[in-house]
């Protein structure tokens, strides 16, 4: 990777050299529940229960849409639904059990807890790839995005990313991922070569603002023509068909 950085310098550095045309950088950011993971209801159940210790309300999140969303956004909404104040202390207060009873029940053996279709495949591949980064863009906050992933062990793929922590607007969330991964790796990546990857239509519309090419996974919560309504770029049933896949991330 180092090397490779090295070489995308030099290109910057002598315009004319005959590498700069040949090397195009893609930033992936992925969505995780859903689109790299289903949890099985770990996530809302962890939510449910942190409620309930806190605020003595059960089944707090059941008239509260999840999908797609940003775990700020569904935790205020909840504390205004039940008319909580809504204050950072009671959401730091809520994310620290929280991210405590979501280790615990992520290791809870449920129905339907799963790595997505083509998941491991398709990491594993994109990772050899010198020219590919992988990052998150999702609505988890950070270490509870880091709790699902490290579970499937596959959280290691992915060295930067944008969360719920850094905004609970998820269109906003694209420009924190980007500038991380430019931290990290010294280069700001053309807007259609950063990649969105997610399983509903706030992923899709998350990429428009900032120019990124915007992939959509009928493979959780939305059907194909659900999603087709959205207009992404690219549209899968799954991420099982490596070739295809590869064909338009890479
Ligand atoms: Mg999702």
């Not at 059960?58 to 797609?68: D, H, I, Q, S, T």
């Not at 809870?108 to 990491?123: A, F």
């Not at 607007?169 to 700001?188: C, D, M, Q, T, Y």
């Not at 493979?219 to 087709?228: G, K, P």
């Amino acid at each position: 990777m180092d090397v490779f950085i090295h070489i995308f310098s030099i290109c910057i550095a002598f315009p004319n050299l005959s590498c700069w045309r040949r090397i195009t950088l893609k930033v992936l950011l992925f969505d995780i529940d859903g689109t790299l993971i289903l949890s099985g209801g770990a996530g809302l159940r962890a939510i449910n229960e942190a409620f309930l210790r806190l605020f003595d309300v059960p089944n707090a999140f059941a008239n509260v849409r999840l999908a797609g969303r940003t775990d700020t956004s569904i935790i205020k909404d909840a504390l205004l639904a039940h008319h909580f104040d809504v204050d950072v202390q009671a959401i730091e207060e809520f994310k620290k059990l929280y991210y405590h009873l979501l280790e615990r029940e992520i290791e809870t053996p449920l129905n339907g807890k799963k790595l997505m279709p083509g998941v491991s495949d398709l990491l594993g591949v994109l990772a050899e790839k010198k020219d590919v980064f992988l990052g998150l863009l999702t609505g988890n906050w950070e270490k509870s995005g880091h709790i699902k992933l490290s579970h499937f062990k596959i959280d290691h793929y992915f060295q930067f990313g944008a969360f719920a922590d850094d905004s609970e607007i998820r269109n906003e969330l694209l420009p924190f991922a980007i500038k991380r991964f430019s931290e990290k790796f010294g280069h700001v990546p053309d807007a259609p070569d950063v990649v969105v990857i997610g399983d509903t239509p706030a992923d899709i519309q998350c990429a428009r603002p900032h120019g990124a090419t915007a992939v959509a996974v009928a493979a959780a919560h939305y059907t194909v023509e659900q999603l087709r309504e959205y207009q992404p770029d690219h549209l899968f049933q799954d991420l099982s068909h490596l070739q295809d896949v590869l064909k338009v991330l890479t």
